[in-house]
């Protein structure tokens, strides 16, 4: 039966109730874990009131501005954790971000700044989180990300965001190598398309869901809650084998050819 009564977990990423981030915090509450929540602050606070309200169902025990891009209020979030909880068994990735003009058009036309922001917040921003988990899992513990089938494919207009993706997926596998003998698990889950705040930059993106719903075998797309329920299995200890994988939940739609 999956159990995480006693775990703590730090989920990252939501911005709104679409977010799948949002998704996988209600399930990892639903199993009975203790969580933490962090949000992207701005300067008029409107974000952390949003997500404040949002999550308040679920009783976070920590609710955080972590901003991935701010050394120092990363190093501040886990300081947090350390002093609260003194341990983490948890965490959750659901940070990607790149320019609006870089999820349009020409693939070759991506600006060196825009890339450079996409792999940052998107891709190095597991590892820097990692890192900083590492310490505090000292039981062991579980970390999942977000993908998405763009990082093996060509998606029309996904662009820069697909290349993000395939150097997060890269980075599960090191991670996994790296903290395999501390029993740390790290796997990615690749969603199929879901209209959310980041989806919505992505042109053509409505077009994209139609289509899977049309091909994909089971004839739908899937829900946030879906996706939940997939990453509170791997932050389970049923899934206690699994580590370094990339794990689809889609609807089946990645195994088609034509």
Not at 124 to 143: D, F, R, V
Not at 167 to 183: H, I, N
Request: proline fraction near 3%; charged fraction near 15%; glycine fraction near 10%.
């Amino acid at each position: 039966m999956l159990d995480l009564t006693g775990k703590n977990a730090l989920v990252t990423g939501i911005a709104n109730n679409r977010s799948i981030a949002w998704g996988i915090a209600q399930q990892l509450h639903k199993a009975g874990a203790k969580l933490g929540i962090t949000y992207l602050p701005d300067e008029k606070g409107k974000m952390e009131k949003k997500v404040a309200e949002l999550v308040e169902p679920l009783r976070p025990s920590l609710f955080l501005p972590c901003n991935v891009q701010n050394d120092e209020q990363v190093k501040s979030t886990f300081e947090a954790i350390r002093n609260q909880w003194g341990s983490l068994d948890i965490l959750v990735h659901c940070l990607a971000f790149a320019n609006k003009d870089d999820l349009n058009g020409d693939f070759s036309q991506t600006s060196r700044a825009g890339f450079q922001t996409a792999l940052d917040v998107s891709t190095y921003s597991l590892i820097l989180l990692a890192g900083a988990a590492k310490p505090l899992m000292t039981q062991g513990g579980s970390i999942v990300t977000l993908s998405y089938l763009g990082s093996v494919r060509a998606i029309p207009n996904y662009n820069v965001m697909g290349v993000a993706k395939a150097g997060l997926e890269a980075s599960v596998r090191y991670l996994a190598a790296e903290l395999g003998p501390l029993q740390i698990r790290v796997n990615a889950i690749s969603a199929g398309p879901i209209r959310t705040l980041a989806s919505s930059a992505v042109g053509g993106i409505l077009d994209m869901i139609h289509h899977v719903e049309k091909v994909a075998p089971l004839r739908r797309t899937v829900t946030q809650i879906e996706v939940g329920n997939a990453a509170a299995f791997l932050c389970s200890n049923l899934a206690s084998g699994i580590t370094g994988q990339v794990l689809y939940v889609d609807a089946g739609y990645e195994i088609m050819g034509m």
